[in-house]
């Protein structure tokens, strides 16, 4: 199954080049405004074009929006021992946190007029567990050197903390292994530290203005409108690839065969 996609022929290339086995390139860092089309490569065009063209790697995909930085080192686990293989440092360090997390029962205590102020007395606060975590991770990863990986990471903006952890932690232990390969996607993303930056490809996603992408694109969707309705209601989107494909869907549907009909 191959994705249609508006204009992705220059990152799609970029992808190929990333993930060939000789390349230094260990990071792809992908940005844009919103409905540039960033979700949409991660969660569908890439993966597949992983399984046609580089079978010899597994990927996991993570949402940034909703996957918090231990969920995340815990998505890239589950994927990973689905594969069969074993992280048994990981796996010690993380059940030793989880196991210690500390019980408050306040079911038999009143509150009246009063401010409850809950500490927990431990010395891993979310940082040394995020570090702690991390650094074990990479020792597992070193150790299944014939598993090759590749990591993609979506909508890490709306988290500052998920940002920094990845940016001066994660990343730092990444590029030291050379069978991982991590895409990453945001509106912005934090500069890239010294010690991996030349590791680091950026791409930016920006509008595509050639009308005759959007013509392309709707007729390998079957789809039969003429071009110069086309090209109005890729003008009306702003040329914004997503925006488009909205404006068409919601213009196909006032009209006789809906867009399903036509696929």
Sequence with gaps: MTHITINAHSIIKQFHEFMKPDSDIRVLRLTGKPKMGKTY???????????????????????????????????????????????????????????????????????IGAHLNITANRTDDIWHIARNLTDKLFIDLNQVRDQKLLLLLDAVDGDSDTQKWLMETFLVQLIDIKHLRFIIAGRSLLEASSSYVAYCCNYELKEVEEKEEYISYCKRLGLQEEEKIIGALAQGSDYIPGQFFETLYTYLRRQPKSMNGKQ
């Design 41 to 111: 490569l991660l969660t569908k065009v890439f993966p597949e074009e992983l399984r046609q063209h580089h079978q010899d790697y597994c990927c996991t995909v993570l949402d940034g929006k909703t996957q918090k930085i231990i969920d995340i080192l815990q998505r890239i686990y589950l994927s990973l021992i689905s594969q069969n293989l074993t992280l048994p440092k990981y796996y010690a360090a993380y059940e030793e946190w989880n196991n210690t997390k500390p019980v408050v029962d306040i079911s038999k205590t009143t509150l």
